[in-house]
């Protein structure tokens, strides 16, 4: 990932913890361990907000604790979730979530980026952008001259 690609990366992790923390507040939190990783979550959410990085280290760690606090709030909501305690909405808001991190997770772990090539439906198509907000891949298919926009999950590495 180049370095723009991350600075992006970790804005739309920020979103999504935003997100996750508005689902909370909408919610009584009880059990002794979820208070303390709610509580972790906002003083994450709002150093992120109040203070830009000093160096590279700095914003590295900024990314690891929001993402912490992702997998914190996602696991509070889930236990919320098996409670029946969420919304119908809520709950679609949720799983929503659950699958925009993984398919995040995927783009990182897989280090697509532009320019790469990739096999997906059967085809070798190139990777020619990335959206942050939905993290899909544009792909286009010089064969046929097709470009379409697909998750990252869908795709593997051309050999």
């Known amino acids: 990932m180049t370095e723009k690609d991350k600075k992006l990366y970790s804005l739309k992790y920020f979103h999504i913890l935003e997100t996750l923390l508005r689902i909370c ?51 509070i909501l889930n236990d919320l979730k098996r409670g ?39 085809y070798i198509n190139q990777i020619s952008d990335i959206d942050y907000d939905d993290f899909k891949v544009k792909l286009v298919n010089f064969e046929s001259d097709v470009w379409f926009w697909e998750n990252p999950s869908l795709c593997k590495k051309a050999q």
Do not use: M, W
Not at 40 to 49: A, G, I, M, Q, T
Not at 99 to 119: A, F, P, Q, R, Y
């Open 25 to 75: 507040d909408r919610y009584e939190i009880s059990e002794q361990d979820h208070i303390l990783d709610y509580g972790k979550s906002v003083l994450v959410y709002d150093n992120f907000k109040r203070a830009k990085p000093i160096d590279q280290e700095h914003r590295e760690l900024r990314t690891i604790q929001v993402a912490k606090s992702v997998l914190s709030l996602i696991n």
């Open 84 to 122: 029946e305690v969420l919304s119908e909405y809520d709950i679609i808001e949720l799983d929503d979530i659950v699958n925009l991190v993984s398919e995040g997770e995927h783009l990182k772990n897989e280090h697509i980026k532009k320019g790469n090539l990739v096999l997906c439906d059967g």
